[in-house]
C-alpha cells in the first residue's frame, strides 16, 4: 500500500471516528436525557413533626386557578389593581403567608392550576407550586375540577406533583395502607405527623392528616354535576383509622385526633346557612347531587375533628355539623374568580400538644384564622375548632 494510499485510510477511519462521537454526544444524548441535567428529586426533612414547643402548623391553600405567570390577567379585582396583576400576585400573596406564617407543612386544596387557560400543564405546575418548593418545606397536594382541564389526565397531574421537590404527595395510598387497588380517584393519601424530638411520642404519629380525591365533574341521570367522594374511598379512610388506634374503632383516644383535606364540599354544608359560623357565607355551595355519606363516616370515625375545603372561592367560614368542623380555605388565586375588594385569603391552623410534669400529652387543642392580602397581611376570625377537655 503506497504512502497516499495509507493516508487516505486513516483519514477515513478519523472521520467515521468523529461522525461516530457526534452522533453519540449530540444527538443520543438528547434523546436519553432531554438535553437536560438529570434532575433528583429533593426531599424535605420527614417525618412531619410537631416542633420543640409543642406545635404544629399547617398553611392551607385554596384555588390559585394559576395558568401562565406573568402573562395571566386578575379576575374580579378593582380598577386601579388591574393593570399589573397576574398570576405573580398569587405567588407574592403565598411567599408572603410562608414568610410570616413559618408554617411546618404546605397543604394545597385543589384548583392549583386552570386548565382551560393553561397552556401546558408541568408549566403552570412549576410556576404554581413556586413558592412551596423554593421554602424547602414538606407540601401535598390534592386535584380540584379544572387541574385536569389541561394537557394531563387526573393520574398524570398526581404523579408529577408527587415527584416535585420537597413534596409528600402521593398518587394513592401505599401498599401498606390496606387492599387500594380499587380505590376510585388519585390523591388519596394519609401523612402522620410524630410528636416532638426527644419526647416519648418521637417515632408515633399522633396527629393524621388524611387527604382525598373529591373528583371533578359527573353525569348523573342525564344531569351534570359535581364530583363526590366514592364508597371505596371511605372504605379505605375506616379501615385506615381503624388500623392507625390499633383496630378499636368504636373507642377513639381523644389526644390523637384527625384532620381531612379534599376540594369539593359536601352537601351538609349547605345547613349552616342557618347556622352560627365564623366568617362568610357568601355563595351558594357548589357541590355534587350525591350524598355519598362522607359527613357519617367522619361522625363514625370520631377521629374527624375537622376538614378543610376549597372551590367555593368567597366563602370563607368555619361551621359546626354535628360536632364536626368544616373550615373553607378562601379563595387564594387572583386568576380565579373573587369579588373585587375582598381581598384573596389563606387558612392557617395549628395544633398543639397538652403537657405533663414529665413529657408531652397529646393533641390539646386545635384552632384556625386566616390572613388577607391587604398591606398587613391582616389576621382575622382566630378561633378554636376543637379542645381535648370540650365536648364538641
Given at each position: 500500500m503506497t504512502d497516499s494510499k495509507w493516508k487516505q485510510s486513516i483519514l477515513y477511519l478519523a472521520s467515521i471516528y468523529t461522525l461516530l462521537y457526534l452522533v453519540h454526544s449530540s444527538i443520543l444524548h438528547k434523546l436519553l436525557l432531554g438535553h437536560e441535567k438529570l434532575h433528583i428529586k429533593r426531599k424535605p426533612v420527614l417525618p412531619l413533626r410537631f416542633?420543640?414547643?409543642?406545635?404544629?402548623?399547617?398553611l392551607q391553600v385554596a384555588d390559585m386557578h394559576y395558568a401562565n405567570g406573568v402573562m395571566t390577567r386578575c379576575r374580579d379585582v378593582l380598577p386601579s389593581e388591574f393593570g399589573e396583576c397576574s398570576d405573580l400576585n398569587t405567588t407574592r400573596f403565598v411567599k408572603r403567608m410562608i414568610e410570616s406564617e413559618k408554617p411546618d407543612f404546605i397543604a394545597f386544596t385543589g384548583d392549583n392550576i386552570f386548565g382551560p387557560s393553561t397552556a401546558d400543564a408541568a408549566e403552570s405546575l412549576f410556576g404554581?407550586?413556586?413558592?412551596?418548593?423554593?421554602?424547602?418545606?414538606?407540601?401535598?397536594?390534592?386535584?380540584?375540577?379544572h387541574d385536569q382541564e389541561?394537557?394531563?389526565?387526573?393520574?398524570?397531574?398526581?404523579?408529577?406533583?408527587?415527584?416535585?421537590?420537597?413534596?409528600?404527595?402521593?398518587?394513592?395510598?401505599?401498599?401498606?395502607?390496606?387492599?387500594?387497588?380499587?380505590?376510585?380517584?388519585?390523591g388519596n393519601y394519609h401523612l402522620g405527623v410524630h410528636g416532638p424530638p426527644g419526647s416519648k411520642w418521637a417515632n408515633s404519629s399522633i396527629l393524621?392528616?388524611?387527604?382525598?380525591?373529591?373528583?371533578?365533574?359527573?353525569v348523573v341521570q342525564g344531569i351534570r354535576t359535581y364530583g363526590w367522594i366514592k364508597e371505596s374511598q371511605l372504605r379505605w379512610l375506616v379501615g385506615l383509622s381503624e388500623k392507625l388506634r390499633?383496630?378499636?374503632?368504636?373507642e377513639t383516644d381523644a389526644s390523637f385526633p384527625?384532620?381531612?383535606?379534599?376540594?369539593?364540599?359536601i352537601p351538609e354544608v349547605r345547613e349552616l346557612y342557618y347556622q352560627k359560623i365564623v366568617g362568610q357565607f357568601q355563595e351558594a355551595v357548589a357541590?355534587?347531587?350525591?350524598n355519598s355519606g362522607v359527613l357519617k363516616t367522619f361522625i363514625l370515625m370520631r377521629d374527624v375533628k375537622a376538614f378543610f375545603v376549597g372551590h367555593d372561592h368567597t366563602n370563607?367560614?368555619?361551621?359546626?355539623?354535628?360536632?364536626?368542623?368544616?373550615?373553607?380555605?378562601?379563595?387564594?388565586?387572583?386568576?380565579?374568580?373573587?369579588?373585587?375588594?375582598?381581598?384573596?385569603?389563606?387558612?392557617?391552623?395549628?395544633?398543639?400538644?397538652?403537657?405533663?410534669?414529665?413529657?408531652?400529652?397529646?393533641?390539646?387543642?386545635?384552632?384556625?384564622?386566616?390572613?388577607?392580602?391587604?398591606?398587613?397581611?391582616?389576621?382575622?376570625?382566630?378561633?378554636?375548632?376543637?379542645?381535648?377537655?370540650?365536648?364538641?
Open positions: 416542633r420543640p414547643d409543642g406545635t404544629f402548623k399547617i404554581a407550586f413556586v413558592p412551596a418548593v423554593e421554602s424547602k418545606l414538606p407540601w401535598a397536594a390534592i386535584l380540584g375540577n389541561s394537557t394531563m389526565d387526573r393520574e398524570e397531574l398526581m404523579s408529577f406533583i408527587s415527584l416535585m421537590d420537597y413534596s409528600v404527595s402521593q398518587i394513592n395510598p401505599s401498599h401498606d395502607d390496606l387492599a387500594t387497588s380499587d380505590i376510585d380517584g388519585y393524621n392528616l388524611f387527604f382525598l380525591d373529591s373528583g371533578d365533574r359527573a390499633g383496630g378499636r374503632l368504636e384527625a384532620l381531612v383535606f379534599f376540594h369539593i364540599p357541590c355534587s347531587s350525591i370563607d367560614f368555619c361551621g359546626n355539623i354535628d360536632g364536626v368542623w368544616v373550615c373553607y380555605g378562601g379563595g387564594c388565586g387572583y386568576h380565579g374568580y373573587g369579588k373585587a375588594g375582598w381581598p384573596r385569603r389563606a387558612r392557617v391552623i395549628t395544633a398543639e400538644l397538652g403537657k405533663s410534669h414529665r413529657d408531652w400529652t397529646g393533641v390539646e387543642r386545635i384552632s384556625t384564622w386566616k390572613r388577607l392580602d391587604d398591606e398587613e397581611l391582616s389576621m382575622i376570625d382566630e378561633q378554636v375548632l376543637w379542645d381535648s377537655g370540650s365536648t364538641s
